[in-house]
């Protein structure tokens, strides 16, 4: 890019969005946008590419957005400080809830207050998903699919990689037979 951000803004930026994110990657994402955009650092074209090779890459998503995004602002060491940012507040929480949990494990207080953030880290989740989808959903069949995708692997269990190996079957054959049809077509 062409703006020069620190790494120290960086790493801070992730650090607050890793601190104040319950819920992993998924609920990441709108607070990710926010503070990105508010900066300047990224469009909201560029989001949707950023989750799509996150997903994509083997790992935690949270990290590899981190990753992705660090290295949109200042390559390598953008990558790492991204990554640090965003995983060191969660180390820390983790690593005192392990120390501390035991003492308080059986607090009802405590037991109310973890079924009280599971709506919100629902709500953080879905939110993200509905706003990509309507930005990725751009035809009729896009949305079908995704309807088809989403009523499959919530109710019918099945496993997300049969449906992404079976779009990849009917994406390579479309592409194929359209291609094929278009040839045919330029030498009549």
């Known amino acids: 890019m062409e703006r020069k951000v620190s790494l120290w803004q960086i790493f801070a930026v992730f650090a607050k969005i890793g601190?104040?994110?319950?819920?992993g990657g998924y609920a990441m994402i709108p607070?990710?946008?926010?503070?990105?955009?508010k900066r300047g650092w990224i469009s909201d074209e560029d989001l949707p590419d950023i989750v799509?090779?996150?997903?994509?890459?083997?790992?935690?998503?949270?990290?590899?957005i981190s990753i992705f995004a660090g290295h949109r602002?200042?390559?390598?060491?953008?990558?790492?400080?991204?990554?640090?940012?965003?995983?060191?507040?969660?180390?820390c929480i983790i690593l005192a809830i392990a120390?501390?949990?035991?003492?308080?494990?059986?607090?009802p207080w405590v037991e109310k207050a973890f079924k009280g953030i599971r709506p919100v880290v629902i709500s953080l989740i879905a939110v993200p998903?509905?706003?990509?989808?309507?930005?990725?959903?751009?035809?009729?069949?896009?949305?079908?699919?995704?309807v088809a995708a989403l009523v499959l692997v919530a109710f019918l269990n099945v496993s997300p990689i049969y449906i992404i190996l079976c779009v990849l079957v009917l994406g390579f054959s479309f592409?194929?037979?359209?291609?094929?049809?278009?040839?045919s077509t330029r030498s009549e």
Do not use: H
């Open 175 to 183: 592409t194929y037979f359209r291609m094929k049809k278009d040839s």
């Open 73 to 91: 602002l200042r390559g390598v060491k953008g990558s790492i400080a991204a990554t640090l940012g965003s995983i060191l507040p969660s180390f």
């Open 19 to 23: 601190a104040f994110t319950i819920g």
């Open 99 to 107: 120390i501390f949990f035991t003492a308080f494990k059986d607090n």
């Open 52 to 64: 799509a090779l996150s997903q994509s890459a083997p790992g935690v998503l949270a990290v590899n």
């Open 31 to 37: 607070i990710i946008q926010a503070e990105m955009s």
């Open 129 to 146: 998903m509905v706003n990509m989808a309507r930005k990725s959903c751009k035809t009729w069949w896009a949305w079908l699919l995704a």
